[in-house]
């Protein structure tokens, strides 16, 4: 009866795996990343999906709440940040794979119109954003915790305009969000990405920050620690490889690797 006994013990071992199991070839990548990402990494993932490679699922949103979701359990293979503060954050927390960490792209900071306003051109002056703002609002991200609203601070800061443009700031939880405010005509101003201003066609560039008045706008990517899906590693290598770098220059993104 041993014999007979084995042979059932494979058989269910082949219906129902024995024992802790990496994750399967064909299982999708849960990546985390931040919503000026989305067009990019949209195009990405369909791209790398077209190329063989496993399906792609991203939660987009401000990078550092993104970053906290991660440290308290969130599943996630990939985080991808708009700021080096947010992955700093996810590293304290010890939820990024050593050595797997990379400054991948970099962005502008802009100053986006609605399509239809008279202004074309806005100086980086006091009374040309109070002229341009008037009973409105200049919506960004929340200065505090989204990147793009931290690095809007520091160039307002830097040229002199923080005490005029504060107290007409509308704040949002991520840059997409205040992007949308601006494209409804719901704020006369905006300051976002200029690759989040590439991809809404009802807005336009009406001016763009010198980049010595903010910090580098960089955005680090890394694989998590509790990520066992190979497919992640391999669509990391996709962003880092040539038709990953085409993807992200021809949404106006720079590549710094």
Known sequence: MRPLFRLASVVLCLAAPCGPQLARADEPVIAFAAASLKSALDAAAAGFQ?????????SYGGSLALARQIVAGAPADLFASADEESMDEAEKGAVVKAGS??????????????????????????EAFTQAIGAGRLATGEVNSVPVGKYAKAALQNLGLWSVVE???????????????VARGEAPLGIVYATDAA???????VATFPEASHPAIL?????????HNGAADKFLAYLRSPAGKAIFERQGFRILK
């Not at 107290?167 to 405010?181: E, Q, S």
């Open 50 to 58: 077209a190329d063989g490679g496993a399906e792609i699922k991203i």
């Open 101 to 126: 960490r990379v400054d991948l792209i970099g962005n502008q900071l802009v100053v986006v119109a609605p399509k239809p306003s008279s202004i074309d051109a806005l100086a980086l002056t006091a």
């Open 167 to 181: 107290p007409r700031l509308a704040m949002t939880d991520n840059v997409r969000a205040a992007l949308a405010f």
């Open 199 to 205: 991809a809404e066609p009802k807005v336009k560039i």
């Open 219 to 227: 955005y680090p990517f890394a694989l998590t620690v509790s990520s």
